[in-house]
């Protein structure tokens, strides 16, 4: 079945490193998706990284694929308070434009 | 460009009451999402559509209709609203990505409509 989890909740001090973990368990999946969620809005697209990859950097954002336990993980460097959001992975499996999300990560930074 | 826009933002109705929430993109894709967004569920599908004319049944599609006259539109209907159907709804669109190393549907969502049914 295809099933994505998350962690409810991670908080951090600002200028820390924050690390959201997302397991999931269709090994078909060939693209896997972080949204950000800032309150009261959509979500936006933050990275993705293809199932044949191990890590994608972007900027502060740092993306690993542990294929062979389905584990996906997001690290933000230098955390900022504007980073405070909640944070969802999602996973697409081949030829699909359907995403199947996981509950969300809420991200809270302190000063 | 406006991205993808929903209206209304807010809405209140009673048990029984209909309502359409309408989503807009101008952005010429091809893809469009129902979502709705439950405390501690993530988002659920509800209805998408794979083109103008063409709609298709999500994870939970019971109590929703939904239209897609035109390719810009995408319209979802609650026929004789529930309680249940209280929740945040978030449309989205997307197309097909092609670059040299990805094939992909990326998904743009609207800012949400919030419903009550009481």
């Known amino acids: 079945g295809e099933d994505v989890e998350q962690s409810l909740f991670l908080s951090v001090r600002e200028g820390d490193s924050s690390v959201i973990n997302c397991t999931y368990t269709?090994?078909?999946?060939?693209?896997l998706y972080w949204y950000k969620q800032e309150p009261g809005a959509g979500l936006q697209l933050l990275t993705y990284?293809?199932?044949?990859?191990d890590m994608k950097q972007d900027q502060r954002l740092t993306v690993l694929l542990n294929k062979k336990d389905k584990h996906l993980s997001l690290r933000i460097a230098d955390t900022q308070t504007g980073d405070s959001a909640i944070y969802f992975c999602?996973?697409?499996?081949?030829?699909?434009?359907?995403?199947?999300f996981g509950s969300g990560t809420r991200l809270l930074v302190r000063p | 460009n406006a991205g993808v826009t929903q209206t209304p933002k807010f809405r209140v109705l009673k048990t029984g009451q209909s309502m359409t929430l309408l989503c807009a993109q101008d952005?010429?894709?091809?893809?469009m999402y129902w979502y709705r967004q439950d405390p501690g569920m993530g988002l659920r599908l509800i209805h998408y559509?794979?083109?103008?004319?063409?709609?298709a049944k999500g994870e939970v599609p019971d109590g929703y209709n939904v239209s897609r006259l035109k390719k810009q539109n995408f319209l979802l209907g609650l026929e004789s609203a529930a309680p249940s159907q209280t929740s945040v709804y978030f449309c989205?669109?997307?197309?097909?990505?092609?670059?040299?190393?990805?094939?992909?549907?990326?998904?743009?969502f609207g800012p949400g409509t919030r419903l009550t049914v009481t």
């Open positions: 989205a669109s997307s197309y097909v990505g092609r670059t040299a190393d990805y094939v992909g549907f990326e998904q743009y």
């Open positions: 269709d090994s078909s999946s060939t693209y």
């Open positions: 990284i293809f199932s044949n990859m």
């Open positions: 999602a996973e697409a499996m081949d030829s699909s434009y359907k995403l199947i």
């Open positions: 952005m010429n894709h091809e893809y």
């Open positions: 559509s794979v083109g103008e004319g063409t709609t």
